[in-house]
């Protein structure tokens, strides 16, 4: 089956320490997002990629980073210049064509400990 | 700027009892409009969405909205409510250029038994 796979579901954090947040996907789509969600406030865009090699950033980029090497991969990476990680993260993908919407990947949630 | 407002942070409703969620946006042209549903720890499943034509969209789960322009409005509705539809709704709107997706800060759906 098609679909967006996040790993892992629960990742915890040490201060100061950098952590990479996976999303993999076999639906051919070119365009990827990371969100992040807090409690009350929706969701709010880190890093989006329309194709290979390319990315930009979101409304909060500061403290994160991403590649986009493969169509089927795009990893985020939790600096520790993020001085508040812990939160709900989620992937998204959509094929082309801006109307289609998202599909999500079921998440990672991020704690600093 | 573009922008989302779910004036509901929280709706009780009982089981079996209509449900409208409602969702306003500011976007300078006709947006794409969509409506995601999200179960507790999991990813966003997408409902319904809007790119023209017939004003009122059918979704999944019996769920549909209708768009209204003058109003700026896309409000989600149920003839009546299941207790699994308890959950958290998000309105989004899309830029029809980049498919970029911005999102409501969701409504809480309680279903009383």
């Known amino acids: 089956d098609g679909g967006i796979t996040q790993s892992p579901k629960y990742l915890f954090r040490k201060e100061g320490q950098n952590v990479t947040l996976s999303c993999e996907q076999n639906?051919?789509?070119?365009?990827m997002y990371w969100y992040r969600q807090d409690p009350g406030q929706g969701l709010r865009l880190i890093y989006y990629?329309?194709?290979?090699?390319?990315?930009q950033k979101g409304d909060i980029a500061e403290g994160y980073s991403v590649s986009r090497e493969k169509k089927e991969s795009f990893p985020l990476t939790v600096t520790s210049a993020q001085k508040n990680p812990t939160a709900f993260y989620l992937c998204?993908?959509?094929?082309?064509?801006?109307?289609?919407?998202?599909?999500f990947g079921s998440g990672t949630r991020l704690t600093v400990v | 700027a573009q922008s989302v407002t779910q004036p509901d942070i929280h709706i009780t409703v009982s089981e079996g009892a209509s449900l409208e969620l409602r969702c306003n946006y500011s976007?300078?042209?006709?947006?794409?409009l969509f409506w995601y549903v999200q179960s507790p720890g999991q990813g966003l499943q997408l409902l319904l969405k809007?790119?023209?034509?017939?004003?009122l969209v059918q979704g999944i789960k019996g769920f549909e909205a209708e768009f209204k322009r003058s109003q700026s409005s896309f409000n989600l509705r149920k003839p009546s409510v299941h207790w699994s539809d308890a959950a958290e709704y998000f309105c989004?709107?899309?830029?029809?250029?980049?498919?970029?997706?911005?999102f409501g800060q969701g409504t809480t759906l309680q279903v009383k038994p």
């Open positions: 998204a993908t959509r094929p082309e064509g801006a109307g289609y919407g998202y599909t």
């Open positions: 639906l051919n789509h070119d365009a």
């Open positions: 990629s329309q194709i290979v090699n390319d990315f």
């Open positions: 976007y300078g042209a006709t947006p794409y």
């Open positions: 809007y790119f023209s034509g017939d004003t």
């Open positions: 989004a709107v899309g830029a029809r250029d980049t498919g970029k997706l911005i």
